[in-house]
């Protein structure tokens, strides 16, 4: 039996993770997890987030920064598991990503 779930995303409440940058968590399965992620000009994720499995993101709207690298929207970003990294934006920037869990 297959279930669809589907939700607007502007009826989730974003919560500010840290000044000027809010998370919306999004439906989620025992097999992934997703998120909505807002980037205010300036901004970089408070800390450096390791990854115990693999995540991807899609950049939305804006520029999400890694390190040197820019990453303007329409840019897909996939981060291995035990990868780290830290996100920021210079400009701002919307980024909708998923978590993927091993079975």
Do not use: C
């Not at 998370?23 to 901004?43: E, H, M, S, V, Y």
């Not at 970089?44 to 040197?68: C, K, L, N, Q, T």
């Amino acid at each position: 039996m297959t279930t669809i779930q589907g939700i607007n995303i502007d009826d989730v409440e974003p919560v500010e993770v840290a000044p000027g940058i809010f998370r919306r968590r999004l439906t989620a399965t025992d097999r992934a997890r997703a998120w909505l992620i807002d980037f205010g000009p300036g901004t970089r994720w408070p800390d450096v987030d390791v990854h115990e499995s693999e995540e991807r993101y899609f950049v939305i709207d804006g520029e999400i920064v890694e390190g040197d690298t820019r990453y303007p929207a329409g840019s897909y970003v996939v981060l291995a598991k035990g990868s780290a990294h830290q996100p920021g934006s210079e400009t701002g920037g919307r980024m909708l990503g998923i978590t993927i869990f091993e079975p």
